[in-house]
């Protein structure tokens, strides 16, 4: 981040949360400022999904075709429509915020709002380390929770990384794999939210790819936040296309590091980690700065 800063490519107060951890170990990589509250932006959508989830398993409503239709608009498309057509069903956000509270699985999420038409939501809160545990819990079929039976826990979880694997629009890429030097390899999938609104770039996501020993995946989140979002001039696209490029090469070093920890060595993302880390460790530390 220093060179970035010194570089004039972003600013001070463009501010990085991250957490990277390993699902077939279970240690945590990476943990940058995992429990500062930024803005969400389209990120709640994730715990929006797993409050529906939770609200279903309850009995609080009944599934059925219309709101499947609700809640792939809002993952797949990010449909703010959809997102608070599902959040009206749940009773609103302070009902939501009270069935994320229940689970026991979030600090800092803050949800008291609804999505405005034009999309810029700001009083919404989250944390990258918020984020990445619904994806563990996720990931391992445990969203709902030790109330749930293992069935039940099976069906929500993999309901949600059903809607977090599906396509959005062409246009629109995420921060983990598209644009990245892998993100032509077929053989690694991608789970995800990403959210975008002036003042704050990110993505949530699980990525899984070949190791010689099988399939491994790891859990990547990113979050760039600029508190004074009217600090950034005009609507922010030029901000935001410079905040992807960077999460995006954070993603590839992400990539080679746990691909050459499971004796799969990749030169995607390779050259740069190496890079940070020879330039880092030189000073006498061995971690790598973000």
């Known amino acids: 981040m220093e060179d970035l800063y010194r570089s004039g490519r972003l600013q001070r107060q463009d501010i990085l949360s991250m957490v990277v951890q390993d699902l077939s170990s279970g240690k945590l990589l990476v943990s940058i400022r995992p429990r500062r509250r930024v803005k969400s932006a389209s990120l709640i959508k994730l715990p929006i999904l797993h409050a529906y989830m939770l609200a279903s398993e309850k009995g609080m409503l009944e599934h059925s075709e219309i709101i499947q239709q609700h809640l792939v608009k809002m993952i797949r498309f990010s449909s703010n429509e959809s997102t608070n057509w599902i959040l009206e069903k749940l009773g609103g956000p302070s009902q939501v915020q009270k069935l994320l509270d229940q689970s026991s699985m979030y600090h800092e999420l803050k949800l008291v ?9 700001y009083r919404n809160k989250v944390s990258s380390a918020d984020l990445n545990q619904i994806l563990v819990r996720t990931w391992f079929h445990q969203s709902l929770g030790m109330k749930s039976n293992k069935e039940q826990n099976r069906q929500a979880s993999k309901r949600m990384l059903y809607l977090m694997s599906l396509p959005g629009y062409k246009w629109i890429q995420d921060r983990i794999k598209d644009g990245t030097c892998f993100s032509r390899r077929k053989s690694v999938r991608v789970w995800d939210k990403t959210g975008f609104v002036k003042g704050i770039n990110g993505d949530a996501g699980i990525v899984e790819f070949n190791t010689p020993n099988g399939r491994r995946a790891y859990t990547i989140v990113l979050i760039m936040e600029r508190e004074n979002y009217l600090s950034i001039p005009g609507d922010a ?15 590839e070093m992400s990539y080679a590091f746990v691909s050459s920890y499971y004796n799969r060595p990749n030169q995607c993302g390779l050259g740069l980690l190496l890079q940070y880390a020879g330039r880092y460790q030189s000073g006498g530390d061995s971690k790598v700065p973000l």
């Not at 709002?113 to 999309?119: K, L, V």
């Not at 696209?237 to 993603?251: E, F, G, P």
């Open 113 to 121: 709002e609804y999505i405005p038409e034009d999309g810029k939501t």
């Open 237 to 251: 696209n030029t901000w935001s296309a410079r905040v992807a490029m960077v999460l995006r090469r954070i993603s």
